[in-house]
């Protein structure tokens, strides 16, 4: 079983999808061009969330390519009508065979940093690729948030205090708030060829669309941050800080990778 910390099953689930989809899709997308994404590509979109970015890939490879979009919990994006070249399936990247094989594109935005098998799960879609096929992890660098204004210092102290202690959830359940900054040496390590990588963060101000994923992160798991030393009055608190206006925070910096199998003559 997963150990993902924000069951996908849970109303908040929207309310993330929409700030991720809202912030970061346009990141993602150029990213993704950059490969050269074109008419009649077979690609693989790995937890794939709300699908948005699915679903543009559709329209980018048109009716002669194909997209699978895999999720552990499609029940959000399932409702969305999409052609026939783009299929939706329920699908656990970690325990079940991967939908395909020889894919032009693997892409995956924000699931290995939660999986303890990140790594195993890197090597086997890179295996997925075909020679020259191109694999795009994007991932979070959670360790740099820093407070960019705030009312007062016991404000921004605050918010480091609560978001510190939903990295130690995360880590407790497997995931690697860091694995932004190693992703691409992971990547290399996995034999993958031609690598790069993009940082991309902005300011999130109290009441914006992106600082709502703190919002919906925390009160997801509420009760195991009070748990872990964080109080009800501190979350009440943190809750209201997100939409004050003089508060801002720094935005997860998101870190797009991508490299791309050797073909078999530049194997050493
Ligand atoms: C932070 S969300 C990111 C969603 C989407 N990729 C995006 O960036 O908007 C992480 C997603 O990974 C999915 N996920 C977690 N563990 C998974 C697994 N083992 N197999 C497939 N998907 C998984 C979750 O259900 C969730 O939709």
């Given at each position: 079983?997963?150990?993902?910390?924000?069951?996908?099953?849970?109303?908040?689930?929207?309310?993330?999808?929409?700030?991720?989809?809202?912030c970061?899709?346009?990141?993602s997308?150029?990213?993704?061009?950059?490969?050269?994404?074109?008419?009649?590509?077979?690609?693989?979109?790995?937890?794939?969330?709300?699908?948005?970015?699915?679903?543009?890939?559709g329209?980018?490879?048109g009716?002669?390519?194909?997209?699978?979009?895999?999720?552990?919990?499609?029940?959000?994006?399932?409702?969305?009508?999409?052609?026939?070249?783009?299929?939706?399936?329920?699908?656990?990247?970690?325990?079940?065979?991967?939908?395909?094989?020889?894919?032009?594109?693997?892409?995956?935005?924000l699931?290995?940093?939660?999986?303890?098998?990140?790594?195993?799960?890197?090597?086997?879609?890179?295996?997925?690729?075909?020679?020259?096929?191109?694999?795009?992890?994007?991932?979070?660098?959670?360790?740099?948030?820093?407070?960019?204004?705030?009312p007062?210092?016991?404000?921004?102290?605050?918010?480091?205090?609560?978001?510190?202690?939903?990295?130690?959830?995360?880590?407790?359940?497997?995931?690697?708030?860091?694995?932004?900054?190693?992703?691409?040496?992971?990547?290399?390590?996995?034999?993958?060829?031609?690598?790069?990588a993009?940082?991309?963060?902005?300011?999130?101000?109290?009441?914006?669309?992106?600082?709502?994923?703190?919002?919906?992160?925390?009160?997801?798991?509420?009760?195991?941050?009070?748990?872990?030393?964080?109080?009800?009055?501190?979350?009440?608190?943190?809750?209201?800080?997100?939409?004050?206006?003089?508060?801002?925070?720094?935005?997860?910096p998101?870190?797009?990778?991508?490299?791309r199998?050797?073909?078999?003559?530049?194997?050493?």
């Amino acid at each position: 079983m997963s150990r993902y910390l924000f069951d996908s099953a849970a109303l908040q689930t929207v309310g993330r999808f929409t700030a991720l989809e809202s912030c970061y899709d346009p990141v993602s997308r150029r990213q993704l061009e950059l490969t050269g994404l074109t008419a009649g590509w077979r690609c693989l979109e790995v937890g794939g969330g709300g699908a948005s970015l699915g679903d543009w890939l559709g329209e980018r490879v048109g009716p002669r390519g194909e997209v699978t979009v895999t999720e552990l919990e499609p029940r959000w994006a399932a409702p969305r009508q999409r052609p026939e070249h783009v299929r939706l399936l329920r699908h656990d990247v970690v325990r079940d065979p991967l939908p395909g094989q020889d894919y032009d594109l693997v892409h995956a935005r924000l699931v290995l940093l939660h999986l303890p098998e990140r790594i195993s799960v890197l090597q086997r879609l890179a295996a997925a690729l075909r020679p020259g096929g191109w694999l795009v992890l994007e991932e979070f660098d959670c360790g740099w948030t820093p407070v960019l204004a705030a009312p007062d210092d016991a404000s921004a102290a605050l918010f480091d205090r609560v978001h510190t202690a939903l990295m130690g959830l995360l880590e407790k359940a497997g995931a690697d708030p860091l694995w932004g900054r190693r992703v691409m040496g992971a990547m290399a390590a996995a034999g993958l060829s031609d690598l790069t990588a993009t940082t991309y963060a902005e300011a999130w101000p109290g009441g914006s669309t992106g600082i709502a994923l703190h919002r919906h992160n925390t009160e997801q798991v509420a009760d195991r941050l009070t748990a872990s030393g964080v109080t009800q009055d501190e979350l009440t608190e943190f809750q209201a800080l997100l939409h004050h206006p003089e508060f801002v925070v720094n935005s997860y910096p998101l870190i797009s990778a991508r490299g791309r199998r050797p073909h078999e003559k530049e194997v050493p």
